[in-house]
């Protein structure tokens, strides 16, 4: 299983300390109390998280792992803000509110990548640092946020079709099924799978989006082997509940995963991770969610007017196998 090696730096929490001077994408004036928690005043770093909600597994790991960072305990009032109904005007409104109420810091996982300019202009002016999670914006300006932490989707994605292209040597016909329009990642794992794929022989059919969902990975994988008779060899799905969706469509239309045909999925959490090991998926990348540590190592260093690297990536493995899968399945934390 080879680990994503990354473009920037790898984020490992002692690597943290050591962050190597990037560009810097911010540096702040500290504010009177304290970076990180308790400050002179003994007030809490209060903490804006403008996040995503509810949207599957992913996302629920993710979102609950930064709440159980920043908590009192650790000097931080964070003021968790789901998007409603992942409509990116709740979180412009929210990034307003936390703009106009003052808070030290911002978190922001944007549902949508682009028509961010303008709040992070205003959260610059007010001297709040903006810290990206997981998501990134387009037009990518690195001048407006402090860093993106993230694993490299692009690199992941390269991972996935990498193997695709080695599992295919003599080609087949592949889907992709892909997030939401829109959603910056969707467009960093193409490039990635494409990348990865090389000069492959394998021939895309189609390539639709089934929006996350298990339930739209199911439909929109039926309608694709209707319309192909069945003749697909390869779905690459960009999240695990998408692929799971899929397989579900495959078992249905008589095929055996596997056999008749592979799917792929990105994200590694624990359902995907299973139907790995059970053989109903056939190779999953992780996207690690777990990065609350990390986020609070880059809040501290950002309050302290401290410079760090402008995207920190955070580790992710890939799973080729059910066997890879079960050894890891027991200690699954997400
Ligand atoms: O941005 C990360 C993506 O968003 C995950 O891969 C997906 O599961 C989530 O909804």
Redesign the pocket.
């Known amino acids: 299983m080879s680990v994503n090696t990354r473009i920037r730096t790898v984020l490992g929490l002692a690597a943290v300390g050591a962050l190597a001077l990037g560009l810097a994408a911010c540096s702040t004036a500290a504010p009177e109390e304290g970076a990180g928690g308790e400050g002179g005043t003994g007030e809490l770093t209060t903490v804006g998280f403008v996040a995503?909600g509810p949207?599957?597994?992913?996302?629920e790991a993710?979102e609950q792992n930064i709440q159980d960072t920043f908590t009192e305990d650790a000097g931080y009032e964070l003021k968790y803000a789901p998007a409603t109904n992942l409509d990116q005007k709740s979180q412009i409104d929210a990034f307003t509110s936390f703009v106009d109420e003052g808070v030290d810091v911002i978190l922001l996982?944007a549902t949508e990548a682009s028509g961010w300019e303008d709040s992070l202009k205003r959260a610059q002016e007010a001297e709040i640092p903006v810290i990206l999670l997981?998501?990134g914006i387009e037009p990518d300006d690195d001048s407006l946020y402090v860093t993106r932490i993230?694993p490299d989707?692009v690199e992941v994605a390269k991972e996935v079709g990498a193997w695709a292209a080695a599992t295919f040597p003599d080609g087949g016909n592949y889907v992709v099924l892909e997030?939401p329009a829109g959603?910056g990642?969707v467009n960093e794992r193409n490039k990635g799978f494409d990348e990865g794929l090389g000069d492959t022989k394998l021939t895309k059919l189609d390539a639709q989006t089934a929006n996350?969902s298990a339930e739209e990975g199911k439909s929109v994988f039926e309608t694709m082997l209707k319309a192909n008779n069945n003749n697909i060899q390869l779905v690459f799905a960009?999240?695990?509940?998408m692929g799971l969706g899929a397989a579900q469509a495959a078992e249905e239309a008589g095929l055996v995963v596997g056999k008749d045909v592979k799917i792929a999925t990105?994200?590694g959490?624990k359902n995907a991770m299973q139907a790995l090991a059970d053989g109903q998926l056939s190779y999953v990348h992780e996207?690690n969610?777990l990065f609350g540590e990390t986020a609070l190592e880059v809040v501290e260093k950002a309050l302290a007017g401290e410079e760090v690297d402008s995207y920190i990536v955070v580790p992710s493995e890939e799973f080729d196998s059910a066997e890879a899968a079960k050894a890891v399945l027991a200690d699954r934390k997400y």
Not at 55 to 59: D, I, L, M, S
Not at 238 to 241: G, I
């Open positions: 995503v949207e599957g597994a992913w996302r993710n996982s997981d998501r993230a989707n997030g959603v990642v996350w960009q999240n695990d509940e990105i994200d959490t996207y969610p």
